[in-house]
């Protein structure tokens, strides 16, 4: 079973994470922002981290950058929730690290969709 | 989906107050970028959660207000007076919206129309839309049933005509750096069709000359599927950008990759290059620039754990410490225990000390050691329900924006103390005596600008809201710079509804208690802000009712200040222990003025019953506490009793006339009506380190009963003589 770090600042987004990815098998764990991401990524080994960009203490851009800085974690792949007609925000996340996106409000199938073409 | 939904609610109420917090903070001119940055995030949040709900109206709104917030944090736009007073209707719009939408209805769109036309002006540049935030709102079904993700190792089959497609695939070091992975994308691209890859290799330097970090392999592929080009692009999705990529399909060639150049570099805001090179190159530049701020922001130790920071005074940031949500249920039960535990300690102590336990002093040193620990852990508790009354200042303010906007002044609310804390119950039961005297200060209080101009003071008005803790109890006043109270008009008003005589003489403090008086207003015309007969009696009994008094003060032309004195928490209660024909009983110390050794020349008859003391040449009604509860059928001799002065809510005093005085001391509160039923003149009872009950009286009911008995001439508990 892999695992799945979701992070993000609404308790509701991270509800309707867990919701849709523990259904599809995976194990879930949750941050509220990037401090507490980077904090959660000490204590365990995801496979894939979620991440949303807009969050308070430090936003999605820097947990990307700080994962990527990691020799640890560098080549754990990173989706960031970003809102569909955001370009520039999707340009600004590669070149932070990102390795994908999913497109927020979310469908479960999109989202499992896009861990797939990401994770091993 | 339903809990989620109700996350979604509760989250949005904390989202609402975070912009509230932030909004007002920017209007009173803080320019700080976090508390910009938090408003925007509120919003921002509940757009999101809308949107997986498919609250369209709400959506529509927040999006609107959203892009408007992101214009003022990108600097686009400077917040201005005038830009503050739209947002903050924007923000009453909004939680309008996240209401009507928990209750699943819509709101006339009509009757926010003039704030969605200003917002919506503030997003346009030169009277223009920025076309990236053109919102192509679709229904999201959110289909949570279980999807069938099994990994499929055979291909789909489509019954489509096959189509041939040759790729080219070169990743960049980039599309590794950032965690991609050719096998992965190359497993994607199979499922939609057989496929061949040739992997290129001519690249690969000797080993010692590789760069771990290097790209190498190119890739050519050739898929038969019968999925048209978009969904075979769409497997490229992530790595178009880190790759030199090529799609032709039948022979013809897909968007080159010199194309895919100029639009980046049209987005990057650079010229049009026509190298696939230069593309990553200026993506590194602007990778450059792009980094350099981010790490600036980045805190130094990012693997820090959450720290608990004093709440900023800059940032508008909730106080950053860890929380756990508790359901109120288990809190009220823990509070309950507590209770009893304080009254089982104090059990204990008694029998130990009868029983004569007590000659060993370690024992009672245990027992001393045993009462403080008690002590600590009740307040430790009781601490739990505390909670800030800055949400509850909070709503005051949108108040005080609607009665500004109804009654055509300006007024600014002041808050003090907002971190102060109070018993959650306690909170609860203030926010309508709160309200309607903060809508009182809007709409009698504060003058109309003109007014105030021809007075010499600003046009805008202020109302100022304060808490803080004194000796033990909350004290909240409201005070606001209006006209003070207009004591003639009071006056007059008083004597044509009857309530004083037309020559009484009154001190300038008894007028304006006059407006606590039951059916009282001044208001002309009965506006629909107040003076519909919620009166400021209903404001006083309902302050009372919490344990706590209210008065008033007020100098013409200057302003009025309400001074309310509250307990800290509902549970326990400050008292004084004493002894009624062999019962014990506590009188609440809020009520308690002094307490007298009456001598029988103090004592004096007033017609057939009753009985009047005299103290310092006032005389003030005598109420035998024995007979009046029916403890006994005969009077109590005055030498052989305590008096305790009381003062009422109303501000009468009365002696209570008691066997003795047992001691002060802090009683757990214990419902009579839950546990037996309403008895006129108690409140509520405890339990005695002796295990007995002991009731706690409501000096109010107490006194009125008493007057009652005295005017029809019979005692409701005793036998009458």
Redesign the interface.
């Known amino acids: 079973m892999q695992t799945i770090l979701t992070v993000d600042d609404s308790r509701t987004m991270r509800d309707m994470l867990r919701m849709a990815l523990a259904e599809a098998g995976f194990n879930v764990l949750q941050a509220v922002d990037g401090v507490d991401g980077l904090d959660v990524l000490q204590r365990s080994s995801p496979d894939v981290i979620v991440t949303d960009i807009n969050m308070p203490k430090m936003d999605g851009f820097g947990l990307i950058e700080a994962v990527r800085k990691d020799n640890r974690y560098r080549k754990v792949p990173i989706l960031v929730l970003t809102t569909e007609s955001d370009a520039a925000k999707k340009q600004r996340a590669k070149e932070a690290g990102a390795t994908g996106w999913i497109v927020k409000p979310f469908e479960p199938t999109k989202l499992v969709a896009a861990i797939r073409r990401v994770a091993a | 989906?339903a809990?989620?939904r109700q996350?979604?609610f509760?989250?949005c109420e904390e989202q609402l107050s975070e912009m509230e917090i932030g909004l007002l903070a920017m209007d009173e001119g803080s320019t700080d970028s976090e508390t910009v940055?938090?408003v925007?995030?509120a919003v921002?949040?509940i757009k999101?959660?809308a949107?997986?709900f498919k609250l369209s109206q709400l959506v529509q709104f927040a999006h609107t207000f959203e892009t408007a917030l992101d214009f003022v944090r990108s600097g686009k736009l400077n917040p201005t007076p005038e830009m503050m007073k739209i947002m903050l209707r924007a923000a009453d719009v909004l939680a309008d919206l996240v209401e009507a939408s928990r209750e699943g209805r819509e709101i006339n769109e009509a009757s926010y129309e003039t704030v969605a036309v200003d917002i919506k002006s503030l997003t346009l540049i030169n009277g223009e839309e920025e076309v990236?935030?053109?919102?192509?709102f679709q229904p999201?079904?959110?289909?949570?049933g279980?999807?069938d993700?099994s990994?499929e190792a055979a291909p789909e089959q489509t019954a489509e005509a096959s189509r041939e497609y040759r790729i080219a695939f070169t990743p960049r070091p980039?599309l590794y750096?950032?965690?991609?992975?050719t096998?992965?994308?190359l497993r994607?691209l199979n499922r939609l069709g057989a496929m061949e890859a040739a992997c290129d290799a001519s690249a690969l330097p000797e080993l010692e000359n590789v760069d771990p970090n290097g790209a190498y392999f190119s890739w050519s592929i050739r898929l038969s599927s019968g999925h048209d080009i978009a969904d075979v692009r769409e497997?490229f999705?992530?790595v178009e950008?880190?790759a030199d990529l090529s799609i032709e399909s039948d022979g013809q060639p897909e968007v080159s990759n010199a194309d895919i150049a100029a639009l980046l570099a049209m987005?990057?805001g650079s010229a049009p290059a026509s190298e696939p090179a230069t593309v990553s190159e200026s993506?590194a530049t602007?990778?450059e620039t792009?980094?350099a701020p981010?790490?600036a922001?980045?805190?130094p130790a990012?693997?820090?754990?959450?720290e608990t920071a004093k709440p900023d005074a800059k940032t508008a940031?909730v106080p950053?410490q860890t929380t756990i949500r508790v359901e109120f249920d288990r809190v009220d039960r823990l509070i309950n225990l507590v209770g009893e535990l304080v009254i089982n300690q104090a059990m204990l102590s008694q029998r130990v000390i009868e029983a004569n336990f007590a000659g060993s002093s370690s024992v009672i040193i245990g027992l001393e050691e045993l009462e403080q620990l008690t002590r600590e852990i009740q307040e430790s508790v009781m601490a739990i329900r505390a909670q800030p009354v800055k949400p509850l200042f909070q709503r005051m303010s949108r108040i005080v924006r609607e009665v500004a906007d109804a009654t055509g002044k300006e007024v600014r609310l002041k808050t003090d103390g907002e971190a102060t804390e109070i018993d959650k119950t306690v909170v609860e039961r203030l926010a309508e005596p709160l309200t309607h005297m903060i809508r009182n200060a809007v709409d009698h209080g504060v003058e109309s600008p003109e007014e105030r101009l021809a007075a010499g003071k600003p046009a805008e008005g202020m109302v100022r809201l304060s808490a803080a803790h004194r000796s033990g109890r909350i004290v909240i006043e409201i005070s606001d710079d209006g006209a003070g109270i207009d004591r003639p008009k009071v006056r007059a008003s008083a004597i044509k509804k009857g309530l004083i005589a037309a020559d009484a003489q009154l001190s300038d403090s008894e007028i304006d208690n006059l407006l606590f008086l039951p059916g009282f207003s001044t208001a002309s015309t009965i506006s629909n802000i107040s003076g519909r007969g919620v009166g400021m009696d209903v404001v006083k009994r309902s302050i009372q009712a919490l344990g706590g008094r209210i008065s008033i003060s007020s100098r013409p032309g200057q302003g009025s200040t309400f001074s309310m004195s509250l307990p800290l928490t509902l549970a326990v209660l400050d008292g004084m222990a004493v002894s009624v024909a062999g019962q014990t009983l506590v009188v609440p110390l809020t009520a308690i003025v002094e307490t007298l050794k009456p001598k029988k020349a103090d004592i004096h008859a007033l017609g057939a019953e009753g009985r009047v003391m005299s103290i310092r040449n006032t005389f003030v009604p005598l109420i035998d506490v024995g007979m009046q509860l029916g403890f006994r059928d005969t009077a109590t001799q005055p030498e052989s009793s305590v008096a305790i002065l009381v003062e009422t809510g109303d501000g009468a005093r009365n002696a209570l006339l008691v066997d003795s005085i047992q001691d002060q001391r802090q009683v757990v509160i214990k419902s009579l009506e839950a546990n037996y039923g309403t008895v006129e003149g108690i409140a509520a009872a405890t339990i005695l380190g002796d295990g007995r009950v002991a009731l706690i009286l409501d000096v109010d009911a107490l006194v009125t009963s008493s007057f009652e008995d005295s005017v029809s001439g019979e005692l409701r508990y005793g036998t009458g003589g």
């Open positions: 989906m809990a989620i996350t979604f509760q989250e940055n938090a925007f995030r921002h949040s999101g959660g949107g997986a990236e935030e053109a919102i192509d999201t079904v959110i289909d949570f279980l999807p993700i990994v980039e750096a950032n965690a991609n992975e096998a992965l994308v994607e497997v999705e992530f950008g880190e987005a990057l993506l602007a990778r792009e980094i981010a790490v922001n980045m805190t990012p693997v820090a754990a959450v940031a950053s």
